[in-house]
């Protein structure tokens, strides 16, 4: 049992023996070396500034901490570092001519082929610690790394070959690397709440420097990181002089030691002092007075490590022998780096998706002698489905537990099915539900999570933005995120404000994420599998007005549900009526491009214009199936594009301007629009909805007028 004080450590470092061994001489002698590359890097880069013209952070003043941590983690641990952590890269065993091409962003930067900043690595060598790509961090990287150890958690509980140990059945540790200021951060307290929760085996090593850019500790924080660790209950926590290298060591060797074993969550915070600049474009004299740079100056991690090698009987001459074969390997390897070829243009757009798994339509659609089923059960039993075929899907959320099974019953059974280790709830967090997917994906579990209404998916945004749409292009295709995102959307009928919206035309400005919009059963059901087995994150939207038919005019939402085999690519659309071929030759058909519920409104307005309408419904809205819209309205000369979004700005729009360049040659309209009035949130009367939305009369006065060009 340890004591719980915010004064003194709850896990004990154990002593540190001063009569070293020749094996632990010869560590410490591996961390002059380190320590003595690292220096010269900094200098090398602060003396060649104009060719480090990239924005880049050194370690100076964090390679005791940083080089202590590196030496002790083993190949089958996980580690997130962040962007000063150059010193744990180098005792990781990363030379210091791979991390200048990534300064460089050189072609060959073994990271992300010189598309990202330096110190921001990723790696699945199998000889070194497995480091899955992560943003800047400044706190967003949490998560995604708190998700590496849910997923360890759970492959353990489920003895998956996936997991992998070490020579002895070693379990993996997760290693989590931040600055203290990024602390404050929510999402960072998302995490903790998690881990703490589950009790994962993950180690958060802050680094606190006391400086946070230009902001001091005392400007920006009531606490450090130790003291905010107290409220968390059942996180452990620990204090060490981050400069001094054995203090060090031995606090990573008793909280690896800890993680390993014990399977328990524990911070550990390391007081560093800052030598070099906040980064190569923030000066540090810029806003550091000379007494502050005096006073970190008198920390300096290196003359503490040489007095105490002097102290072991190591000469001076070694010493200065080793420290000058650090500057002459420094520029040697920094000549080499400059000298490395650039990347090629033509590599810009690769790496955005890795292949996706589903390209062709396969299984049977509609099985015989069986009878139509609602949306939300196709969606419900293609999950069971899966879950029972893959043992390494899990699936999380609000509400979407054994005890209520989701509030639209989406998830109703799963949990008494597969047990509360793989189908749980989870608080709050939509940051936490979205961003630990990277994570999880990243260790090789398939994670199904969902946000339980659109309007709530906004602070989930960052992960999304920042962690797992970027991930497969930064990582070179390394990391591609395997998740599917459910996201119930859409308005049906009262929902109000805040349960009604719509968010496509949002998600569409993220690049490296596929976005479904299913508007039928078999469609539903198709597009669930693919989207699982997809290696790429994929955000499902599921109408809730079209879950059970309920809305009037949405009956065929329901349908044979396809068989357990049926899959259905992304990015094939479909024409779900067909105009006659009559009227679309004398000119008189128009086409209508829409998805969702929008396709329920079109088939109830035509109609009123029998043979004079074709229907496209989208299915993907990313990546679109741009060859069947551009055919259709081609073929037709006149198009309406109807969405249930507002309209100023949206989708719709933009796909607007693609069709008219594309087709304009064969234009005999203009493209028209259609959506809901651009108010800032749905009103909660029915009335009031009635009359924002899109209707089926009103779709049908666009048809007439379109049809009188």
């Known amino acids: 049992m340890f004591k719980d004080s915010t004064s003194v450590s709850t896990l004990k470092a154990p002593a540190v023996n001063q009569e070293r061994n020749s094996g632990e001489l010869a560590e410490l002698l591996t961390a002059w070396r380190l320590m003595c590359e690292a220096g010269q890097m900094a200098a090398t880069y602060e003396a060649n500034r104009a060719t480090c013209k990239y924005v880049h952070s050194t370690s100076r003043g964090h390679e005791a901490i940083q080089i202590a941590t590196g030496l002790q983690l083993r190949p089958w641990d996980f580690v997130s570092p962040y962007y000063r952590d150059e010193s744990m890269l180098l005792a990781m065993g990363f030379t210091p001519y791979e991390l200048m091409l990534q300064l460089l962003a050189k072609a060959d930067d073994p990271f992300s082929a010189g598309r990202s900043y330096y110190s921001h690595p990723n790696s699945r060598e199998a000889n070194k610690p497995q480091i899955p790509h992560q943003s800047s961090a400044t706190g967003m990287q949490v998560i995604p790394t708190t998700g590496m150890a849910q997923g360890i958690q759970y ?58 850019i230009s902001a001091t500790a005392a400007e920006v924080r ?51 002092p800052l030598l070099g600049h906040h980064t190569s474009g923030v000066r540090k004299e810029w806003y550091r007075t000379a007494e502050d740079l005096e006073k970190h100056a008198a920390n300096d991690p ?39 070829p650039e990347p090629s243009p033509e590599t810009v757009q690769e790496h955005v998706f890795a292949p996706a798994a589903i390209t062709e ?48 019953r ?25 961003g630990a997917t990277a994570g999880l994906s990243a260790v090789g579990v398939k994670p199904i999570v969902e946000v339980q209404f659109a309007d709530y998916i906004y602070p989930g945004f960052n992960q999304l933005v920042t962690e797992i749409s970027k991930s497969c292009y930064l990582s070179n295709g390394k990391y591609p995120v395997q998740t599917l ?104 058909a128009i086409c209508i491009i829409t ?58 729009q933009a796909l607007a301007g693609r069709i008219q360049k594309a087709c304009f040659r064969y234009l005999d309209a203009p493209i028209f629009t259609m959506g809901a009035m651009d108010l800032p949130a749905v009103p909660l009367n029915t009335g009031l909805e009635a009359a924002m939305l899109p209707t089926a009369e009103k779709v049908e006065a666009a048809i007439k007028e379109l049809l009188a060009y």
Not at 183 to 211: C, M
Not at 327 to 333: F, V
């Open 410 to 434: 989406e998830a109703a059974t799963l949990g008494d099915k597969f047990g509360s280790h793989r189908v749980y709830n989870t608080a709050i967090q939509e940051a936490y539900i979205i």
């Open 222 to 272: 009531t606490m450090d990181a130790y003291e905010y660790a107290a409220g968390f209950n059942g996180l452990e926590r620990m204090r060490v002089d981050g400069s001094d290298f054995t203090a060090s060591y031995a606090a990573m060797e008793t909280a690896i030691h800890y993680v390993r074993h014990e399977r328990r969550p524990i911070l550990v915070q390391a007081n560093v």
């Open 155 to 212: 492959l353990e509980q489920i003895h998956s070959e996936l997991l992998k140990a070490g020579p002895d059945k070693e379990l993996p540790v997760v290693l989590c690397s931040l600055g203290d200021g990024s602390v404050t951060e929510g999402e960072v307290s998302e995490a903790f709440q998690f881990a703490v929760l589950k009790q994962l085996p993950i180690i958060y090593l802050v680094q606190d420097n006391d400086w946070g």
């Open 485 to 588: 995102i459910r996201v119930p959307i859409g308005a049906y009928g009262g929902g109000g404000p805040y349960h009604s919206g719509s968010v496509e035309s949002t998600l569409l400005t993220i690049k490296g994420i596929k976005v479904v919009y299913p508007s039928n059963v078999a469609d539903m059901k198709g597009l669930m599998k693919a989207a699982f087995l997809d290696p790429n994150p994929v955000v499902m939207l599921e109408h809730k007005g079209l879950y059970w038919s309920k809305v009037p005019g949405t009956l065929d939402a329901m349908m044979v549900e396809p068989a357990a085999d049926y899959v259905l690519p992304m990015g094939k659309g479909n024409v779900v009526l067909h105009a006659h071929p009559k009227d679309i030759a004398q000119g008189n």
């Open 302 to 340: 290196l003359p503490k490590l040489k007095a105490l090698l002097q102290k072991h009987g190591v000469t001076d001459e070694e010493l200065d022998r080793i420290a000058q074969q650090a500057a002459t390997d420094i520029k040697i390897a920094f000549d080499k780096a400059v000298a490395a």
């Open 361 to 408: 339509e396969s299984g049977t659609r509609t099985p015989d002698n069986k009878t139509k089923v609602v949306m939300v059960d196709a969606a419900l039993h293609a999950v069971e489905e899966i879950m029972q075929q893959y043992p390494e899907a899990i699936f999380f959320g609000q509400d979407v537990g054994r005890r209520l099974g989701g509030v639209f």
């Open 595 to 652: 998805y969702g519920m929008g396709v329920y409104w079109a088939k109830a307005a035509a109609k009123a214009y029998p043979g004079n309408v074709t229907i496209v419904d989208l299915r993907t809205l990313f990546p679109l199936d741009e060859a069947l819209v551009f055919d259709m309205v081609q073929q037709h000369g006149k198009c309406l594009i109807l969405t249930e979004e507002q309209l100023n700005n949206s989708f719709a």
